[in-house]
């Protein structure tokens, strides 16, 4: 299936978004709004294949040109909370099915959630809990979930004493402990981890297993 995608805000959220290779393999039509001739101008070098419409987002006249009947996506991405919260409730007048929005703010989040707007991504709240899981993570495991009553989602972050710096994915036996590794963060995005990717102090594993054992794998040491 492919995504007709109105993003609004073309500051460095949406720019390291058109960045990765894989948002164009999935997406039909891309439509950016953004007020900054600027901000447009350096965004085309990054997506050619978008279409650019200089305007207000808070000027409904801006959308005149746009058939927002193809639209299944809305990526609210600019500085402005009020801005974003507006952009969610049009979207959502047009019936538009995935409205996703960038806030600071928990209030306005909580009032995105209450009117069903869309999917409100708190910026300050997602790099505090992701820094929380990552300490609690350094030195052991921390378990996320329950997949089933024998699988567990964990998560662990390698120091640079740890024994499994350096290695290959692929020359690390998980299968020994019933595990499977299947996302890594490197710092900057979560990814499937190749078998010839190299662990780097500061990676962030996640690993599904029946238990913690596999972690002497990473660390040396039961967790």
């Given at each position: 299936?492919k995504?007709?995608?109105?993003?609004?805000?073309?500051g460095?959220?949406?720019?390291y978004?058109?960045r990765?290779?894989?948002?164009?393999?999935i997406?039909?039509?891309?439509?950016?709004?953004?007020?900054?001739?600027?901000?447009?101008?350096?965004?085309?070098?990054?997506?050619?294949?978008?279409?650019?419409?200089?305007?207000?987002?808070?000027?409904i006249?801006t959308?005149?040109?746009?058939?927002?009947?193809r639209?299944n996506?809305?990526?609210?991405?600019?500085?402005?909370?009020?801005?974003?919260?507006?952009?969610?409730?049009?979207?959502?007048?047009?019936?538009?099915?995935v409205?996703?929005?960038?806030?600071?703010s928990?209030?306005?989040?909580?009032?995105?959630?209450?009117?069903?707007l869309?999917?409100?991504?708190?910026?300050?709240t997602?790099?505090?809990?992701?820094?929380?899981?990552?300490?609690?993570?350094?030195?052991?495991?921390?378990?996320?979930?329950?997949?089933?009553?024998?699988?567990?989602?964990?998560?662990?972050?390698?120091?640079?004493?740890d024994?499994?710096?350096?290695?290959?994915?692929?020359?690390?036996?998980?299968?020994?402990?019933?595990?499977?590794?299947?996302?890594?963060?490197?710092?900057?995005?979560?990814?499937?981890?190749?078998?010839?990717?190299?662990?780097?102090?500061?990676?962030?594993?996640?690993?599904?297993?029946?238990?913690?054992?596999?972690?002497?794998?990473?660390?040396?040491?039961?967790?």
């Amino acid at each position: 299936m492919k995504l007709n995608v109105l993003l609004i805000g073309a500051g460095r959220v949406a720019e390291y978004l058109l960045r990765e290779s894989a948002l164009r393999n999935i997406v039909e039509d891309l439509i950016i709004v953004e007020r900054d001739p600027q901000r447009i101008e350096r965004l085309q070098r990054a997506a050619p294949y978008a279409v650019f419409i200089e305007g207000d987002a808070t000027n409904i006249d801006t959308f005149s040109n746009i058939d927002m009947g193809r639209i299944n996506v809305v990526l609210a991405l600019t500085n402005s909370d009020d801005i974003n919260l507006f952009a969610l409730a049009m979207a959502k007048s047009y019936n538009i099915p995935v409205r996703i929005g960038r806030f600071t703010s928990p209030k306005v989040a909580e009032l995105v959630e209450k009117l069903q707007l869309g999917i409100a991504l708190i910026q300050p709240t997602i790099v505090a809990n992701l820094i929380e899981h990552l300490l609690l993570s350094l030195t052991g495991t921390r378990e996320l979930m329950n997949i089933d009553s024998s699988m567990r989602l964990y998560m662990v972050s390698l120091l640079d004493t740890d024994p499994a710096v350096g290695a290959r994915i692929g020359d690390l036996n998980f299968d020994e402990f019933n595990a499977k590794l299947i996302l890594l963060f490197d710092g900057s995005k979560v990814r499937v981890p190749s078998p010839d990717d190299v662990l780097k102090p500061g990676s962030i594993l996640f690993v599904l297993s029946s238990s913690n054992e596999f972690v002497k794998l990473l660390k040396g040491v039961t967790a």
